[in-house]
């Protein structure tokens, strides 16, 4: 019977590796003060008070009742950054950065892909010169500040049929298809995905963390990137592979390149890469503990394998 209380109790994507530890001091404050109330009158029902308050942080991560809904529909941004919590959502965008991409990358298919792309990747680091056959692949074929113009030159986008938007060409679907199902039965590895992203391996060891359904990518000091499925992964790693056979230059391409390049084709997939299933666009809510945001979700729609989120604009 103890054991089911406890149970019923427990928080766990409140506590242990989830717990907010600027929030647990705040609650346990508050369970102080509550105590020195009641010791008022009884330091016995003080001290079980205080017990009580500890045993409750303990188990569900908070003492408020309500808490952490509360926070994240009233807390404002400043006074979560008190408490060294981000005010924007840490989605899971692909490499590059465990938090938000830019808002030009996600807006494709739902907006206008036009929009959507203009100044989504870094500009290229090599100089634009007369004679580019005398420059490495590189300054060739490097996206610049446009992915757009940039997958249309190398007839990876055109015109949908149907919609004022753009869509994957049939010959790089087909071929990203492929290699796509060449994959789906290997075991990814993080050398694999370094290998992908044009990562230097000389000098670093990786590690391809699983956590829930995303991977996370981490070398020995930072954490690179952070994809939302092993489906969205698989679909990058094999892109990587379809652009190095067509893509004068690719193997030359820095990481900060390659990474806006496959985020945003992910956009694009209509069949999940690991079941061949449709896909579906919709809205989903990303919660963190002190916050809660909308996304713009692309799924798997039988799997249910996320392959891209984007904050819808202006959410809270």
């Known amino acids: 019977m103890k054991i089911d209380v406890v149970d019923s109790l427990h928080q766990p994507e409140y506590t242990g590796d989830n717990r907010c530890e600027p929030c647990t001091v705040l609650n346990l404050v508050i369970a102080g003060l509550l105590g020195s109330l009641v010791a008022r009158k009884s330091k016995l029902g003080g001290l079980i008070a205080v017990g009580v308050s500890i045993g409750l942080i303990y188990l569900r991560g908070y003492l408020v009742p309500g808490t952490p809904t509360l926070t994240k529909q009233y807390l404002p941004s400043t006074v979560l950054e008190w408490f060294g919590k981000d005010p924007e959502p840490n989605l899971a965008s692909g490499f590059g950065s465990t938090t938000t991409e830019s808002d030009s990358t996600t807006d494709s298919h739902t907006t206008s892909t036009s929009e959507s792309m203009s100044q989504t990747p870094p500009a290229s680091t090599s100089e634009p010169v007369a004679d580019e056959r005398d420059e490495p692949d590189s300054a060739q074929d490097a996206p610049g500040d446009d992915l757009e ?32 199902e060449a994959l789906v039965d290997t075991d990814l590895t993080a050398e694999m995905v370094a290998d992908a992203f044009g990562i230097d391996e000389s000098d670093q060891t990786f590690e391809l963390i699983t956590n829930d359904e995303a991977r996370i990518l ?75 945001h909308k996304v713009i979700a692309v799924s798997c729609e039988d799997s249910g394998e996320r392959l891209f989120e984007h904050p819808l604009p202006d959410s809270e």
């Open 218 to 292: 981490k070398s020995e000091t930072a954490s690179l990137g952070q994809w939302p499925s092993r489906a969205a992964l698989l679909a990058d790693v094999a892109a990587s592979r379809v652009l190095q056979a067509r893509i004068l230059g690719w193997n030359e391409f820095a990481p900060e390149d390659r990474g806006p390049i496959l985020n945003s084709l992910r956009m694009f997939i209509e069949t999940c890469p690991t079941t061949g299933g449709d896909i579906e666009l919709g809205e989903e809510v990303v919660e963190s503990c002190c916050s809660s």
């Open 149 to 180: 113009e940039f997958f249309m030159n190398h007839d990876i986008l055109e015109p949908c049929a149907d919609s004022d938007d753009l869509c994957l060409t049939d010959d790089f679907e087909n071929a990203w298809t492929d290699e796509t």
